[in-house]
C-alpha cells in the first residue's frame, strides 16, 4: 500500500500536524497564520496607499464624479432632476471635504440639506438610492420620535447610534458618515409664540439638533436611548458629518403663494407657465418661507441648501410603474414568478392605476396600495393552481378595484 504524502504549508512549510486549519488550493495548501499574516500585510498596504474599505475606515475615499452619481440615482428614481444634482453635488463636496488637506487656514465648511416634496414625490427613496452607492455609512432616522432631552421618546443624540450601527461602531468612520433625517416637518413648531408652553416634540427638538448640525463632539448612547443607563457613552464629533433632511411640509404651499404672484394678466402672458407654477409653487421655496412654517432661524441657518421635489403628473407615474431598476410591476413580476407564473399587464392598465392614483393624491406610494388592491385574489388563489401565464386585463382591474376598501376613499 502506497504511503500518503504528508500535507504542508505551501507558504510556512509546516506540515498538517503542526497547525489547526489546512486550506487546500488548485496546486497548494495554506495554514490559518499565514492567512492572518496576509491580512495584516494586506491592510497594510492598502493603508500607505491611501485606500479605504466600504466600511468607512479612515484614509482616502474613492470618489465619484456628481455626474456619475446622478446617473445611478437615474435607475431608481424616475424625475426630480434638480434634486437629484444637489443631492450629487452635495455627496461630492462631502467627499472633497474628508480628503482635503488645510492650506493657508482655508478649511471648507460642510453644507446640509434641506429637501421639500410631497408625499411619495421620492424623498425618502432618494436616500435609500443613494445609500446603495456611498462607500461612507449611512442611516436614516425619523423625526417624529425625537423629544427635548429629559422627556419619553429619544433624545436627537441616538440618531447617531444608528451611524454606528451602520459601521459597526467604528467611531472614526461614523465621524464620516451621512445622516438623512426623514419628516424634519413634524418638530416644527406649533405656536407663533414659544414662551407660552415647553414644546417638547417640536421647538425643543429644533433646539437640540442645532448643535449636532454644527459640529461638535456629542456623547452617543452606543446601545441607544434611556434603555440602557448603565451604559458607556461614545463621543462622536459631528464636524464631518452631513446632513440632509427631507420633509412634506404640507401647507406650505399656501405660505409661498402669498409671497409669489402666479395671477399675472395681461395680453402677454403665458396661460400654460402660469398654470404650471401655480401647481408646484414649492419650486419658489426658500428658507423664508420654512420659517413662517415653523422652523427657528437658527437651525434654517445650519441648512444652507433648500431644495425641493415635483409633484408627480401622469407622465411621470407611469414611468415610475415600468422604468426604474427596482420598479413596481417588476417587483410582482418576480413575486409571481417565484411561484412559476409569468404575469403579464395590458398597458391600459397601467394608465388605468396611474389615474386612481391621481385622483387619490397619494403619489408614488397610491401606485402599490392601487396594485395589492387589483392583485390580492390572484395572489391568494394562483399558488393553489397550476397556471403558469396570468395576464391582467383592464376589465379584471377595474373589476377588482371597484370590489376594494380602496376604491371607497373619497376623492380630495
Known sequence: MAKQPILHCSFCGRSRDEVKILIAGQDGHICENCVEHAEEIIAQELGQAGETKTSGAPGKLTVRKPIEIKKFLDDYVIGQDDAKKILAVAVYNHYKRLNQKIDNDIEIEKSNIIMVGETGTGKTLLAKSIARMLNVPFAIVDATVFTEAGYVGED???????????????????????VFIDEIDKVARKSDNPSITRDVSGEGVQQGLLKLLEGSEVLVPPQGGRKHPEQKLVKVNTQNILFICGGAFDGIDKIIA???????????????????????????????????????????????????????????????????????????????DIEGIQL?????????????????????????????????????????????????????????????????????
Open 156 to 178: 436627537v443624540e441616538s440618531m447617531l447610534t444608528r451611524l454606528l450601527q451602520a459601521c459597526n461602531y467604528d467611531v472614526p468612520a461614523a465621524e464620516r458618515g451621512i
Open 258 to 336: 402669498r409671497r409669489v404672484n402666479t395671477n399675472a394678466i395681461g395680453f402677454n402672458v403665458n396661460k400654460e407657465l402660469q398654470d404650471y407654477q401655480h401647481n408646484n409653487l414649492l419650486q419658489f421655496i426658500n428658507s423664508v418661507d420654512l420659517k413662517n412654517f415653523g422652523l427657528i432661524p437658527e437651525l434654517l441657518g445650519r441648512l444652507p441648501v433648500v431644495t425641493y421635489l415635483n409633484p408627480l403628473d401622469a407622465t411621470v407615474l407611469r414611468n415610475i410603474l415600468t422604468e426604474p431598476k427596482n420598479s413596481l410591476i417588476k417587483q410582482f413580476v418576480k413575486l409571481f
Open 344 to 412: 403579464t399587464f395590458e398597458p391600459p392598465v397601467y394608465d388605468f392605476m396611474v389615474q386612481k392614483a391621481l385622483e387619490y393624491k397619494l403619489g408614488a406610494r397610491g401606485l402599490r396600495s392601487i396594485c395589492e388592491s387589483i392583485l390580492t385574489d390572484a395572489m391568494f388563489e394562483l399558488p393553489s393552481q397550476k397556471l403558469k401565464s396570468f395576464e391582467v386585463t383592464l376589465e379584471y382591474a377595474e373589476r377588482k378595484f371597484s370590489t376594494s376598501k380602496l376604491s371607497m376613499l373619497k376623492v380630495a
